[in-house]
């Protein structure tokens, strides 16, 4: 259906239609095995294969090879990592390259070679599309080679691997939620708020003479937090929870930040600090368990070639409560460590009012307490007007989770939900009497936290730079496609 | 925890703090049945509460009534539609009002009232939040008004209702797709890519100094669609679907269009037109399916207050195939039916290459097949260049699935994968490189669509308006929160 055009016929209607010349008619002429596959439909997922099993495989050309009587394909998919061996019969025809498209029919029978359970005897097969010249033809490539490459990348191992772990951890988030009976809502991307008080964001703009100056008819920002937005609707619904995009216009380009991103932010009523601590431990726990379980090809992987204590990880994580450690307790305990050596430390000066530096973010969860840490109650001079004042007001109830090798990968906080507090800490702050009316009408307490997506990913695989781990990543001067 | 200060030490560090003034103190004293609750964490979901429990349930006062020895509220806690009938023992303080906050300690036991299997009766309760003046103290409101108030309008039941409807259907795309063994991607939002080759898009820009003109050293756009980007990944990890908000700056303010709405895309590998249908009718089957089975209750609401044939066309769905009709049937169709009485039909002049108008897509589902249908095979002339070419080149393998009283919900196609066909259909549009390299590098067949989240919750309760669909709804003047 998809290779024989029969009728000849060519009318573009209209005159809307971009002529199209007679070079219609000279497609490439698919290269085949035997010629009596349908190339559409009915395939079947490398990974769902079983020995025993009669079917059509489709797939990418990683390695081919010939033999005296046989030749052998890898093929994949996407579905798993080390993909199919194919063992193609005696044919006429040249064996694909790296990067062609092949579709095979066969068998599925136990393998005689080592390192695989099975593989595809092939009894006809079909190259469709060929890949002259492919960039990734060369086995390896550096992952700053591949960021060139943005739509090709994912046929890589490691980008692949990432893809699909991606792909499971967002699963996993939407399941756990829904165990936890929270609703999945969707904060607005286009917003008049600025969350964090500071920050800088996008502003989004319309061209169209229709609508005149401006489309929404006021300053329009692209999201930096769901947070708000999630506030309103968890003082309603009951918990929320919001997976989505999110945007920081700032100038850093660094292996941590991204300017889109994809962030989890749940918002939970009826909880404090402890509550959404405990929510994100135990969410965490869950991630690490499904990718183990899911994914485990891809997650032997990334130990074997970005981190080999990643089992070591996942087993102390999973057996083990995170650490809880006050800010002040925090600060006494770097204040200690310094005292030592101040001279290996680039910023020695640690007091009550600190914001911390990644190497004191890093000493913490790496050094001292070596697994992942909730620092909780920071000083309100250095936390944004939403946070839930203490009982001693010079700090409030915000946390942060730090894990090894990355530092802060969640940050959250009880919000304050007394109106004449939250008032006061709002003095000179415009167009948010909306988020005060939460407070004026059946206030509740409520937490949240929001966790960096693709930094999750980081910790999980142990690829380094964030920019494997978004599909698009977006940052100075960088947005392909 | 929450409600008693013990601390009076009032010192904000380092002056970076908002003063606060001696206001802290006064917080509204809560008003109480008893006063030993804990109104934060260990709180029940109304939804998972039966007969038997010993529980605590935190929610917001619908409605409250005194009789002689005995008090009644009406709690909703957002997790169902009902809520939970709560009989307070006698108490010399007031009960709360309509919009307060309330959390309730006691037994759920049967319901000797008609209506409801079960209700708690309390033993210690706590007024939390106060809220006089309450907005939506009324019990109807109409749906205009309420869109003056989104940070507090699913108070409501049907808002509420929608809210958990949109998370259900959310769950069940997610569900639908990892059964499907498709894999979760995120198409990038900021985008230089314009995938439609029309349609009036949003700029996004940056006001940093420190970067200069260009953030990203060229103009970007908010994402009109995720399908480009998903067909390079599908093109390599085989099926893919997105799902995630998409934009479009056209100056519509009608029922049925948004300026920023979420999108389902999936992209399917080694699959044609046919396919893509199929995979679509099957998605609709499962999410209608879901909707009934996890939200009945607000289903029977919708279908009580909004459409009270959803019942009838949820079976009439499930029991039968989607209708399937070439755009040429349906234009013969449509001119049979027109030339019965040319005077009915606000657009009676219909041809091969006529784009259908509402009055004829809708006559087309909701009188002529009486149920869902595709629509196959385009004119090319008014489809875009990456529609696959047909056998007979005056059409493409694009389809829309038409349903009663929405019209257009998803539009879809079978993707062009032939690099010669692509190259004329293209001549003349720059950038588009990566994309012509998915043909030049093993290319196969794939085809995918696009369905309209919000549209969708629309056709499933029978909400007509899709502001209602999206919780902050984005449109030529509006921009709330």
Redesign the interface.
């Known amino acids: 259906?998809?290779l024989l055009?029969?009728?000849l016929?060519?009318?573009?209607?209209?005159?809307?239609?971009?002529?199209?010349?007679s070079?219609?008619l000279?497609?490439?002429t698919p290269v085949d095995g035997m010629l009596d596959i349908d190339?559409?439909?009915g395939?079947t997922?490398i990974?769902?294969l079983k020995v025993g099993m009669e079917v059509k495989v489709?797939?990418?050309?990683r390695t081919a090879r010939s033999q005296k009587t046989l030749s052998f394909l890898n093929l994949n998919?996407?579905?798993t990592l080390s993909g199919l061996q194919a063992v193609l019969p005696p044919s006429s025809t040249p064996l694909p390259t790296t990067?062609?498209?092949v579709?095979c029919v066969g068998s599925v029978i136990e393998s005689p070679s080592s390192g695989q359970d099975h593989e595809l005897q092939v009894t006809s097969w079909k190259t469709?599309?060929?890949?002259?010249d492919?960039?990734l033809a060369k086995k390896r490539h550096t992952l700053e080679y591949l960021r060139t490459l943005?739509?090709?990348r994912?046929?890589t191992n490691t980008l692949?691997a990432i893809?699909?772990l991606?792909?499971t951890l967002?699963?996993g988030i939407?399941k756990f939620f829904?165990s936890e009976?929270c609703?999945?809502?969707?904060?607005?991307?286009?917003?008049?708020?600025d969350c964090e008080g500071a920050g800088?964001m996008?502003?989004?703009?319309?061209?169209?003479d229709?609508?005149g100056d401006k489309?929404?008819?006021?300053d329009?920002y692209?999201s930096v937090s769901g947070q708000?937005?999630c506030e309103?609707?968890a003082c309603?619904?009951?918990s929320v929870y919001t997976f989505?995009?999110t945007?920081r216009?700032?100038?850093s380009n660094t292996k941590k930040h991204l300017?889109?991103f994809?962030m989890l932010e749940p918002e939970l009523?009826?909880?404090?600090k402890?509550?959404a601590m405990s929510n994100c431990e135990r969410l965490i726990k869950f991630l690490i368990s499904e990718a183990w379980s899911t994914n485990s090809e891809d997650m032997e992987f990334f130990s074997k070639f970005y981190d080999k204590t990643l089992p070591e990880k996942r087993d102390g994580i999973l057996t083990s409560e995170f650490t809880k450690l006050s800010y002040t307790t925090a600060i006494t305990e770097l204040q200690n460590e310094i005292s030592k050596d101040p001279t290996k430390w680039q910023f020695p000066n640690v007091e009550?009012?600190t914001d911390l530096q990644t190497e004191h973010e890093r000493w913490l969860c790496e050094t001292f307490t070596k697994k992942p840490t909730f620092i909780y109650d920071y000083?309100?001079?250095?936390k944004p007007?939403y946070m839930r004042?203490n009982?001693?007001?010079?700090t409030v109830g915000a946390f942060d989770l730090l894990v090894p090798g990355i530092g802060e990968l969640v940050g959250g906080s009880q919000r304050e939900?007394?109106?004449?507090?939250l008032e006061?800490?709002m003095?000179g702050m415009e167009g948010y009497e909306?988020?005060k009316?939460?407070?004026?009408?059946?206030?509740?307490?409520h937490s949240g936290y929001g966790l960096g997506f693709e930094r999750l990913i980081c910790y999980l695989s142990g690829v380094e730079n964030i920019r494997e781990a978004?599909?698009?990543p977006?940052s100075?001067?960088?947005?392909?496609?």
Chains 1, 2 share one sequence.
């Not at 000083?379 to 250095?382: D, G």
């Not at 939900?417 to 507090?421: A, M, N, P, V």
Request: hydrophobic share 40%; with cysteine; proline share 7%.
């Open positions: 259906m998809i055009r029969t009728s016929s060519f009318a573009p209607t209209r005159g809307l239609c971009r002529a199209l010349s070079r219609l000279s497609s490439p190339v559409v439909g395939v997922k990974k769902d489709g797939g990418w050309v998919d996407g579905s990067g062609a498209s579709v469709y599309g060929l890949a002259p492919f960039p943005p739509h090709l994912h046929r692949a893809s699909r991606r792909s967002s699963q939407h829904e009976g609703i999945n809502v969707m904060a607005p991307i286009i917003t008049t708020s800088e996008f502003s989004v703009s319309c061209n169209d229709t609508v489309f929404f008819s006021k329009v692209l708000l937005a309103a609707l309603g619904l009951g989505g995009p945007f216009a700032e100038n300017a889109e994809y009523a009826f909880e404090d402890f509550g009550f009012g000083p309100t001079s250095i007007f004042l009982d001693n007001p010079d939900e007394r109106l004449d507090i006061e800490r003095e909306w988020y009316d939460l407070r004026r009408y059946g206030t509740v307490p978004n599909a698009f977006r100075p001067g960088v947005a392909e496609m």
